[in-house]
């Protein structure tokens, strides 16, 4: 190590929320560190701030200016808010992406769909294969999660040894995966200096109980389902492959024959097999089977946890999917939970299920969901059991990031508060940001990546809360008005409360404006345009309460 | 009663919601029935459904046309969901309208800022005080919510007694207000022949555990503000003035100053002491005495527990408020809970709070907050205490309404899940709906009433998703394109994935288009904008992935 290299942290996304999880590590001579990422996540758009955004995530301007200096990306899990940027943005960084089996199966799915190489993917197994990337020696450590195969990793630099522990609960009984082993963080802990920094999951950290295992839902969902008389449908998160495999358990033991339905379970399961992660699923039919199929004698595992419109269970919903009926007498149960922002759409599948009769079973006792990530007494024994000298919190919204700071500081343990963009200086003793860059959010938007500050989106936010007013006018080769101004309106009242007509109101001020407007306003596009649309802002706000967007398109015959 | 008189529950608004509550019941021939309506209430907008919308109600179109025949309007309680709708609506029903002394109070101001005459409003006493409306005699009887005043009716038909519950809670010790009586319950359903109809709240039908008392809140409150080193803020719902009362006492016993920001709470408080609810509130200072108050001896009470935007909490998560400003080392109370669909704004306001450095306090441990509505054990008792012989369950989704149903129905009450438009069959034993009426919803858009099918909101939300785009066409004497077709775009990106600019790529095949169009095409101004509409989707989806909204403004010269 030499005097003038350092070690940098520096989150791009998942510090200040949940979701589009992206970090970077550098190590070298300020400014020309060399740089590894971790994870390329997503996370999803709502009406409220992204209307029509199909993706979101962490703006790589900077991973692309130094691009140069990435010496590889490693993928901790497959989730969506950790990999599901990767086939996007990939062709930005093109450095080598590090997964173990399951994760590389999903990324190369990620990369096919998005035409990228999948030769970028190479599949290692765990700790002690170790993958040196420049002045970085990487190792995958088994965490145990709600998705198979989710890991922790650690990162020896010159500067010591950081721990990012991924998403993570303590589950020494996961059912599928592998169970949480102190004994191997205890060696972690203890070869060369230790521990110097634990980037460390945040998620649950205002959750005051310890976590529970996966294991302890076996009974009470084979309980709930061998109860039910009629079809019972549940669902779950897609990935989470224990949940789907203890339901289909409980389905079978209650004589049930089990159908799956949602392409991203598929997906999942699929991968999981192939990559021989899971072994002993009980067997499912297909639903031209399952139509046969007497409903107390069947059970359908869907998609759609989160009221998602276009999931199988919102499809359940309203009618016949795949020729399959819920009726009056049958049972649907969310086997998860419902993430905050999602309650509406939830709860209109719920409202919906009650339309035709079907009993809708929720979480709300807590008994046939556990979370995959670590609550504060399983924080608290992984900041004990690693030791680390400093802690850098991640994977939570700010509020969740500061409670952890607390709880580290009241240890002892220096911590800082890094959000997106912060680089930190994690060399000494003490971390120290050095630096901020610009690190804001990037849309797929269709099918092209635009940022969130480029305006597209703000402009559909206010052509929904305003509506759009269209004004056209013709100016003949004397700049002089040729008819009237036209108006076209969409998304406002026709008629204001008095049953004018909106748009005869704007059209008659606007003629009367043009019909006294200066010739030298006529001849000036800019000025004839500014004073329309305040005229109609005007006019609109008299009439019907509303400032709408306006475009005015004015166009000039030219003589030949 | 003549035989051929029937009595008919008929509910337009919060029979499948929890919101905008209004239901009228008639008396009388069929089809000529007398009629009162319960309640004119409004629910509030989102961007999912309802972007722009300023407040959305019943749709009183069926009212309307029976105006005449309506002989009175009651308010139970001055909550938005039950009288929001009365200045808005009154000019369409012009009914007499009969409230107790503080929801008259708050009636006379919705009435006076829609400029409605202030003499519609009747104040009238509880029980035994009796209004005659047509064939009806109804009573208000006191029960204990989280308003002041709030009121069952006991509506007294030649068919029989009906209790309209309003919103209830059993609360013995509800602060300010009146506290449950069984004993007047008990003597209710002793009259006459008892209660046949019983309409009631099915709000927290899901809520297994008997409901708390207001009281129960004092001594947790206390504690929790008395330990706070810094100022302390704390928000509720503004109508709850037993909750403010509860909150200023905790802070005055711990030695504070309060002081109370929000017009909505002003405007309760001024209400409830002048109608002589509310007698011993403690002292209050002005925000421009709370700026000269040590941070340690100050506490505010503000407005915005649901993260609103414009409220009081939000202005002060942003920074300074009336010269008062929050800082690391204060407190931040949620004494209230998120209603669901509120959480993204709410969790905002918590995220910029730990921003400042600020601890937020929220209700997840449930001491410092208890709901105004009975939870299901209290609905039971209820059933019992009034002995009904039909349920009618409303203020609730589909969901709670059902859940309510079976109750009764396990109990041998006879029940029915009227949803919004049903038309309820009263007279006999067993209550038939007989008919259904559109039943829709009317948003106040701006200042202009428009129906949720109309149109515009739809418009407003295809924007918000897919963009709009403008195509201009101008055609000469001879329809002929006079130049080239002008495209511009709103909420659309400006390029597409490989860099090509958008609006060039729609003008090039639109003048393809333009310059191998027949003539009789472009004689057609129908036919050329069906023809550029579906270019421009097709483009712009080749282009960007998005279908863009299209309009497109044809102007044709025309020859002297």
Redesign the interface.
């Known amino acids: 190590m030499s005097a003038k290299d350092r070690l940098i942290y520096l989150p791009l996304g998942g510090a ?1 929320e949940i979701g589009m999880n992206c970090y970077v590590y550098g190590y070298g001579p300020a400014g020309k560190e060399r740089l590894i990422v971790v994870d390329l996540g997503v996370t999803f758009p ?3 701030t992204t ?2 955004v199909d993706l979101i995530m962490a703006d790589t301007t900077w991973l692309q200016e130094n691009a140069g200096r990435i010496d590889a990306i490693f993928i901790t899990h497959a989730h969506e808010d950790h990999i599901g940027a990767l086939g996007l943005l990939w062709h930005l960084l093109k450095a080598p992406v590090y997964a173990r089996a399951f994760t590389g199966a999903i990324a190369k799915l990620k990369m096919e769909e998005k035409g990228q190489p999948l030769d970028a993917i190479r599949v290692v197994k765990p700790r002690p294969e170790t993958i040196e990337a420049g002045p970085f020696r990487v190792q995958f450590v088994p965490v145990s999660h709600s998705i198979p195969e989710s890991s922790a990793l650690v990162i020896d630099t010159p500067a010591g040894r950081i721990v990012h522990s991924g998403d993570f609960k303590l589950d020494g009984t996961p059912i599928v995966g592998e169970p949480f082993d102190p004994e191997e963080w205890h060696a972690i802990a203890r070869e060369g200096n230790g521990v110097k920094v634990l980037a460390c999951d945040s998620t649950n950290v ?1 959750s005051p109980h310890p976590g529970r295992s996966e294991v302890t839902l076996a009974g009470p969902l084979s309980e709930l389902i061998a109860a039910q008389q009629g079809m019972v449908v549940a669902t779950t998160f897609a990935s989470n492959v224990a949940r789907l495999k203890t339901l289909a358990e409980a389905g079978r033991a209650a004589g049930r024959s089990v159908c799956m339905l949602g392409r991203a379970m598929k997906k999942m399961i699929t991968a999981a097999v192939e990559t021989g992660v899971l072994t002993d699923f009980p067997a499912i039919i297909q639903p031209e089977e399952a139509v046969e199929v007497p409903r107390g004698n069947l059970m359908l595992i869907v998609t759609g946890s989160q009221g998602e419109r276009r999931a199988a269970s919102a499809a359940l919903s309203r009618g016949k999917y795949l020729g399959l009926e819920m009726k009056e007498g049958d049972t649907f149960l969310f086997s998860s939970k419902t993430i ?2 999602n ?2 759409g939830v ?1 209109r599948i ?2 919906a ?3 035709i ?1 079907v009993d ?1 079973i929720d979480d ?1 006792g807590g008994l046939y969901h556990v979370s995959g990530h670590a609550n504060r007494p399983d924080l608290e024994a992984v900041h004990d059991l690693l030791n680390p000298k400093i802690l850098l919190p991640m994977h939570g ?3 969740h990031l ?1 409670e952890h700071c607390n709880i580290a500081i009241s240890k002892g343990i220096a911590a800082e508060l890094a959000t997106n963009g912060s680089v930190v200086d994690l060399t000494g003793n003490e971390p120290e940001v050095v630096e901020y860059i610009e690190a804001g959010r990037t849309y797929l ?6 940022g969130a500050m ?1 305006g ?2 703000r ?3 206010r ?6 007013v ?1 004004v ?1 006018l ?1 100016l003949d080769e004397e700049d002089q008005p ?2 009237e101004a ?1 108006v ?1 309106t ?8 008095n049953g004018a007509a909106l748009i005869e109101l704007l059209e008659v001020d606007l003629d009367e404006y043009l019909g006294n407007a200066a010739d030298k306003v006529l001849r000036d596009d800019g000025k004839i345009e500014e004073a329309m649309k305040r005229i109609v802002r005007q006019v609109a ?1 008299e009439a ?3 400032k709408p ?1 306006v ?1 005015v ?1 004015t ?1 000039r ?1 030219v003589a030949d």
């Open positions: 200040g709502d009406m409220d209307p029509g205002f905050p922002g309650e509406r709860i719920m409202n299920y009650s339309e009769g809708v709300r919204e700010h509020r500061r938007d269709g099918t092209v990546l635009i480029d597209v989106v402009d559909r936010i052509m929904a809360l305003n509506g759009h269209l056209t013709i040729l008819g036209w076209e969409m998304g406002l009242p026709e008629r204001t409360g706000m019907v309460g509303k967007e475009t398109v166009s015959l």
